[in-house]
């Protein structure tokens, strides 16, 4: 069946350091993917998306590869800071478009120490 | 920057009682989600909804649930008669046609 997993359920860095994150899904049909951020408390918070004609997009200090090949996902984060201290979330879709039922994955915790 | 935002941001019922999650979308979208995510686990889809009708359901969304857009601008979830596996963390999200699904701050739903 499809499922969207995370290798790493929890990520310790050093503030400064950069982090990566990954994430392997199973459905070769999933031709978008998008990251969330999630705060304690609060809903998802978009980080970024990729399309799957794509290999890499990069948004301000965050960076989202996709591997096809191996149905891999990983979101870098550069210089990360006490702020991204979050769970982080990879979804994905089938359809080519971006709206329609999400598909999530477990979550890593990044803690980020100062 | 408009959001979505939900009410109650947490309720507490007592196991058989119907809930009632109340959700304000971004008002220019058109597609509108229920989610749910228990405690420590996944975020969970549970509904979609466009066009004054459900166009996708997951299989925990059974004859339990029912979405309702009564007016233009709230879109609810109902839970007819709750049980414990129901407590959960709920997100209402919406989307413009194509566009990114934005999520809400969530109800915490407790059910006793």
């Known amino acids: 069946g499809e499922s969207v997993g995370l290798h790493l359920p929890t990520l310790s860095v050093q503030e400064g350091d950069n982090s990566i994150i990954n994430c392997a899904y199973s459905?070769?049909?999933?031709?978008?993917f998008i990251w969330y951020k999630q705060e304690s408390g609060k809903g998802p918070q978009f980080i970024i998306d990729?399309?799957?004609?794509?290999d890499k997009r990069q948004g301000q200090r965050v960076t989202v590869l996709l591997n096809k090949t191996v149905k891999h996902l990983s979101l870098q984060i550069a210089a990360t800071q006490p702020g991204d201290s979050a769970v982080y979330f990879c979804a994905e879709k089938r359809g080519g478009t971006s709206y329609g039922k999400l598909t999530f994955g477990q979550g890593t915790i990044l803690t980020v120490h100062p | 920057e408009p959001e979505v935002t939900q009410t109650p941001s947490h309720q507490v019922t007592q196991m058989g009682q119907e809930v009632i999650l109340r959700c304000v979308p971004i008002?220019?979208?058109?597609?509108f989600y229920w989610y749910r995510q228990i405690l420590g686990q996944k975020v969970e889809f549970l509904v979609s909804f466009y066009n004054n009708e459900i166009s996708e359901k997951s299989e925990i969304f059974d004859d339990q649930f029912s979405v309702e857009r009564p007016d233009g601008s709230n879109f609810t979830l109902k839970i007819r008669s709750t049980k414990l596996e129901d407590s959960a963390m709920y997100f209402c999200?919406?989307?413009?046609?194509?566009?990114?699904?934005?999520f809400g701050p969530g109800t915490r739903l407790t059910v006793t």
């Open positions: 999200a919406s989307s413009e046609a194509g566009g990114l699904q934005y």
């Open positions: 990729i399309r799957s004609n794509m």
């Open positions: 008002s220019n979208h058109l597609y």
């Open positions: 459905n070769s049909a999933s031709d978008y």
